[in-house]
């Protein structure tokens, strides 16, 4: 959490670079580890599981609202319909934005997050700010976001203490009807998903009206 | 345990970031996962090792949890999952003390001489192979146990969190430790972590039932941005101030509406 975590990437340690080496080396020749495991690994979070996933869930729940009803009341259900399910994601709960209520999904004691829809958490989830100011000064984190909300709405904190994974439902923005799945999963964002940002309407595009 | 990982609520870490590591255009979709091969490795390799069955994800958040909390702080994120690692690997008896002292950087972890004589909870099969390690994120870990016990709270009850000083292994974030709050939900029967992250006997787990408990924002954090007057948010306003864009004055007010949840165990509650 410390600021290099946040700030510099240009220049890794040297000395942990050569220790996580030397370290899966003797893990390798120990027999403890499998190199072609670790690539597993790595490409699995890299390309194939991420917020697509969960982009794809909110455009199924906009679009239909029977699914939509199925995902508030079994979430983990719902999306394993889809195919996604599995590590940090095994007990799935989805939170409905609607004008009265503004939903925000934190772990303030260590980084859990729904890896099945969204991934693996960015820098700044896991960062001590975030933590710490997200259960008790909402707002204030929204607007570093950029997002403000009117006064009546009630903003809902989530902090995943347990093994319950939260995925929000954002507001399905105005100037969308008849959009496809296809089209309203491209609007739909990580930060929306957390929590910390609304969708906007889409730009009306005048060349094409 | 009440450590320096246990953050809610507290004070001075300055603003939240959001685009540090994103891209030019800001996209969320693009920022990168990891950031330097180390991270990237550190990350399988916990992933990895962990598929050998020898720890539950309670140890190994203990593991990580359980340094001095400057370090904890000081540490970046993938330094504490790697201080995590290597401190189990030694303690499950994979990896001996000098094993880990002839590794570069040795400074990096510490292994406390209390844990000499690691324990091998179970033998140590073979490496988890790319297939199988596939399936195994395909199943994850799900902590739900199939017990039917009458929970203690109904939905709407009013109860309060017992006070916690405990030097083990607890996920009852101290901002609420003492606060009154409202059953939201019930849960069913999840493997209790308090338990989980300390159990000798790998075979007995221990359950018990999961709410979702709500609290009001603003008797939980009194004094920030208290409601109702229109109070603005320290805090906020001084970050707001301190940055260089358009936000200059802008006041945030925090609500006397809002609501934070937090899932807490049947043994961390008590009727108010």
């Known amino acids: 959490m410390s600021n290099s975590e946040d700030h510099d990437h240009t220049a890794p340690p040297p000395e942990l670079e050569l220790r996580v080496k030397a370290l899966e080396s003797l893990l390798i020749e120990k027999g403890l580890v499998d190199p072609a495991t670790l690539n597993e690994i790595i490409d699995t979070y890299e390309h194939r599981v991420g917020p697509r996933n969960g982009a794809q869930v909110v455009a199924k729940a906009w679009a239909d609202d029977k699914f939509r009803q199925a995902l508030l009341n079994d979430a983990t259900e719902a999306v394993a319909s889809l195919g996604f399910m599995g590590r940090q994601g095994e007990h799935l709960k989805v939170v409905e934005n609607s004008n009265d209520v503004h939903n925000l999904v934190v772990c303030t004691l260590c980084s859990c997050y729904p890896w099945t829809v969204l991934g693996l958490p960015p820098a700044w989830y896991k960062s001590a700010p975030y933590r710490s100011r997200a259960v008790s000064e909402p707002r204030a984190v929204l607007a570093e976001f950029g997002t403000s909300l009117p006064d009546a709405t009630r903003v809902q904190v989530w902090d995943s203490t347990a093994e319950l994974r939260y995925l929000v439902l954002p507001k399905r923005p105005t100037g969308t009807d008849g959009w496809s799945e296809a089209q309203l999963a491209a609007l739909v964002t990580r930060n929306a998903m957390i929590g910390v940002e609304v969708i906007n309407p889409p730009e009306i595009d ?3 009206e | 345990m009440i450590g320096a990982h246990d953050l809610g609520g507290k004070r001075g ?13 800001g996209s969320d979709l693009v920022e990168p996962l990891f950031h330097a091969e180390w991270e990237r490795r550190a990350f399988a390799l916990t992933l990895a090792t962990g598929m050998l069955g020898q720890w539950n994800i309670d140890e190994s958040r203990h593991a990580r949890e359980n340094q001095a909390p400057q370090r904890y702080l000081d540490n970046s994120y993938y330094e504490t999952w790697l201080v995590g690692l290597q401190k189990l690997l030694h303690e499950k008896g994979m990896l001996e003390r000098e094993e880990l002292s002839a590794l570069p950087f040795a400074a990096s972890v510490e292994i406390s001489a209390s844990s000499s004589n690691p324990q091998r909870s ?3 099969t073979e490496a988890a192979t790319p297939a199988k390690a596939a399936a195994l994120i395909a ?7 199939s017990d039917s016990r009458k929970p203690k709270y109904s939905l709407g009850a009013l109860v309060k969190v017992l006070p916690m000083t405990q030097a083990e292994h607890t996920r009852a974030p101290k901002y609420v430790h003492g606060a009154r709050g ?14 989980n992250a300390h159990r000798q006997d790998k075979d007995r787990v221990v359950g018990e039932t999961l709410y979702t408990v ?11 941005g208290s409601c109702g007057d229109g109070t603005e948010t320290a805090s906020a306003k001084e970050i707001l101030k301190s940055e260089s864009t358009n936000q200059g004055n802008r006041v945030i007010k925090e609500s006397c509406k809002d609501r934070v949840f937090v899932d807490l165990w049947e043994p961390y509650l008590t009727h108010d």
């Open chain 2, 214 to 224: 709500s609290f009001a924002r603003a008797a939980l954090f009194p004094q920030r």
């Open chain 2, 182 to 195: 409202i059953i939201h939900a019930i849960n069913g029967v999840h493997i209790y972590p308090d338990a």
């Open chain 1, 206 to 208: 005048e060349a094409n």
């Open chain 2, 122 to 124: 179970r033998p140590i």
């Open chain 2, 13 to 25: 870490f300055g603003r939240v970031l959001p685009a540090s590591n994103a891209n030019a255009q």
């Open chain 2, 139 to 145: 199943r994850g870990g799900p902590t739900l146990l």
